[in-house]
């Protein structure tokens, strides 16, 4: 589908946190004015433009792009989040998902990535999610067993992850697809162990509903995540005796949660309703339901993958001008393709 800069506007201003009413008053516009660049039925001129991406962050060109995406880029997104989040939290950081859509489409149509691996399209329902997963782990030849550093394998395909202060806990992650790559965009205050779910679980959505949905979405992507990160036919024989010490281990081995672990356990037909009553009694009576021991022994994943882009940018020898121009952001507004900053060395 084709956006143009009305949707850019809208999807700017929400990621900003900015009132119709709050950019109008910058732009020195009504806010009449305003909604009808939003809704493309009057088109902002060349000084209008440049306005508008100076309040946004952005540049004039950027604003006039006209984008090409998968799904909306106002709405649309797939989403991990808890069902009492507020409409307000999940739209504005649905808006900085797409925010960081666009730019990654508008900076990978220029500098184009040379990819190792592909995210592959699976129709749910000719293969359930543990199929999809398995054809995706041999697609991307992956060791059997556990996943090391699942973030470097989905950047591999090209999915660019992105780690945000969502200013919310109820948020785990969002993903949708931008031009030819992905985006997955992370709560940077998660655990390592709940990090690694909510990839996996959006990395399923984008296997499985990019072109094809189904009313169980969620539990659908849930299943593929458990299956990507934990093999049935290898973690299988291991699911036994699942005492509080064991399920430690495992998460050790595993890097996800003893809760995944165990739910993995339960949907396998290895532990019974009963059994699983009991764990989450033993879990909420220690405090570990929501803050698990053990995630600081787990190894912390880092995305890589933008920043390098911007490091390869910046050691091309352009300006940070044009690098800027590339990306289609202004300078003082960082972005996920900004190359880390040089250190200086005391001499």
Do not use: C
């Amino acid at each position: 589908m084709s956006y143009r800069v009305g949707d850019v506007i809208l999807v700017l201003r929400r990621a900003a946190d900015i009132t119709q009413e709050e950019l109008a008053a910058r732009l020195g516009i009504t806010q009449a004015a305003l909604s009808r660049y939003e809704n493309d039925l009057r088109e902002p001129d060349d000084e209008m433009l440049e306005k508008l991406g100076e309040a946004l962050g952005v540049t004039a060109e950027f604003l006039r792009h006209e984008f090409q995406m998968h799904g909306a880029i106002a709405a649309d997104a797939h989403m991990r989040r808890q069902k009492t989040t507020k409409p307000s939290d999940w739209k504005r950081v649905e808006a900085r998902l797409n925010t960081m859509r666009m730019h990654s489409s508008y900076l990978l149509e220029r500098v184009p990535l040379q990819l190792q691996n592909h995210v592959i399209q699976v129709d749910p329902d000719e293969h359930n999610p543990d199929q999809a997963a398995a054809m995706l782990r041999a697609a991307w030849r992956m060791p059997i067993g556990p996943v090391r550093n699942l973030i470097r394998w989905v950047e591999s395909a090209g999915v660019i992850v992105i780690e945000e202060d969502f200013g919310t806990h109820r948020i785990d992650g969002m993903s949708q697809w931008a031009g030819e790559h992905a985006v997955i965009i992370l709560n940077g205050a998660l655990p390592t162990d709940r990090k690694r779910l909510t990839v996996a679980h959006e990395l399923g959505h984008l296997v499985l509903h990019t072109q094809y949905m189904d009313p169980d979405v969620e539990d659908q992507a849930n299943q593929f995540a458990a299956e990507f990160l934990m093999p049935g036919h290898v973690i299988g024989p291991q699911l036994t005796n699942l005492t509080l010490g064991k399920l430690s281990d495992l998460k050790a081995e595993w890097a996800v949660s003893m809760q995944a672990i165990f739910e993995r356990a339960y949907r396998m037909g290895k532990v019974t309703p009963d059994e699983r009553q009991r764990f989450y009694r033993q879990m909420n009576s220690r405090g570990w339901k929501t803050r698990e021991p053990g995630n600081e022994l787990l190894p912390p994943e880092t995305p890589e993958l933008a920043p390098s882009v911007g490091q390869r940018l910046d050691q091309s020898g352009l300006t940070r001008r044009e690098i800027q121009i590339l990306i289609g952001a202004r300078d003082g507004h960082p972005t996920p393709f900004d190359a880390p900053r040089r250190a200086l060395r005391a001499v």
